[in-house]
């Protein structure tokens, strides 16, 4: 029987060589000599340090531009809210997503059983497995959850006949 997975994955490694351009490029800028931004990650999640809010949208729009030119999709990054930190600095934490979420599970699913698709859905941890008796009926699946323009980037993977 025909299957597919639906996965939500971030790729680590260009996340780093992302976060890594940013700060050389801190480094060079000179509207940045002197000040004490920062970006660094631990895990799943990413700080970004700034000496005020104007620095700190500044590197935001850097990472951003380099996690686009490393092919990451902004989608899977969580922004936090804005902090202060000691003196007038400010920081502000960004979470990686990784997996597909259960609300989002299940809204898929929802969506995927109201086209009356001939597919079963079913969740399996952190991802989802679509599988049907015709490579037809997954395909319209992948097409069916493509349209539905979802902030969460999502990746299909693991086709079977």
Partial sequence: MPSFDIVSRTEIPEVDNAIQGAMREIGTRFDFKGSKCSIERTDETVLLNADDEMKLKQVQELLRGYL????VEHGAFDFGKTESASGNA????ITIKQGVDRELAQKLIKSVKGAKLK???AIQGDELRVSGKKRDDLQTAIELIKGMK???PLQYVN???
């Fill in 159 to 161: 086709f079977r006949d």
């Fill in 90 to 93: 400010v920081r502000q934490t």
């Fill in 68 to 71: 686009a030119k490393r092919k």
């Fill in 119 to 121: 597919v079963q859905v």
């Fill in 150 to 152: 979802l902030e969460h």
